[in-house]
């Protein structure tokens, strides 16, 4: 029953990924789809590891909110750090104050702290560059006095949608 909790909701994210207008396929049987799409979510379903805990369906709607929630919380931060990044560029004059700051990473899941790190590399002008044992994070920074004010807000921030995607 649990394979099938997986499986089904990842068939329906295929289908609604691999759908086409019905013009497109008035030529062609939508059966092979189907059962490519029946296989492939079984199949991920099997690779997947044996949960220990049933799937929660009253979690999914946390779930889905708090993940476009870091999404769009990811993006602004990769334009507003662009912006920073393209700004220095352009204007060699203005003062930076390139270093490492730790930042604590404050999420007791693996994977959170895998998402949080990922985050703000992608940020322009961050990059993590160790993990240690208890969850601090070294980030290189293209200027450590902004970086530290902002650094614990904006961890924060992602610490409380990442508790609601992954744990």
């Given at each position: 029953?649990?394979?099938?909790?997986?499986?089904?909701?990842l068939f329906?994210?295929?289908?609604?990924?691999s759908s086409?207008?019905?013009?497109?396929?008035?030529?062609?049987?939508?059966?092979?789809?189907?059962v490519?799409g029946?296989f492939?979510?079984?199949?991920?379903?099997?690779?997947?590891?044996?949960?220990r805990q049933?799937?929660?369906?009253?979690?999914?709607?946390?779930?889905?909110i708090?993940?476009?929630?870091?999404?769009?919380?990811?993006?602004?931060?990769?334009?507003?750090?662009a912006?920073?990044?393209?700004?220095?560029v352009?204007?060699?004059?203005?003062?930076?104050?390139?270093?490492?700051?730790?930042i604590?990473?404050?999420?007791?899941?693996?994977?959170?702290?895998a998402?949080?790190?990922?985050?703000?590399?992608?940020?322009?002008?961050?990059?993590?560059?160790?993990?240690?044992?208890?969850?601090?994070m070294?980030?290189?920074?293209?200027?450590i006095?902004?970086?530290?004010?902002?650094?614990?807000?904006?961890?924060e921030?992602r610490?409380?949608?990442?508790?609601?995607?992954?744990?």
């Open positions: 029953m649990a394979r099938l909790q997986i499986a089904l909701p329906l994210i295929y289908l609604a990924l086409k207008p019905a013009e497109e396929t008035a030529n062609h049987s939508p059966i092979p789809n189907l490519f029946a492939l979510a079984i199949g991920i379903s099997l690779l997947l590891s044996d949960r049933p799937f929660n369906w009253s979690r999914f709607i946390p779930f889905l708090g993940l476009v929630r870091y999404a769009l919380l990811v993006i602004v931060d990769m334009f507003e750090s912006i920073q990044v393209a700004q220095i352009l204007n060699p004059k203005l003062p930076i104050n390139p270093g490492i700051i730790a604590d990473s404050g999420c007791k899941n693996d994977l959170a702290m998402l949080s790190a990922h985050a703000i590399t992608l940020t322009p002008g961050e990059m993590v560059v160790a993990i240690d044992e208890s969850g601090i070294y980030t290189h920074t293209l200027n006095a902004r970086s530290k004010e902002y650094a614990e807000q904006a961890q921030q610490r409380s949608l990442l508790s609601k995607i992954v744990e």
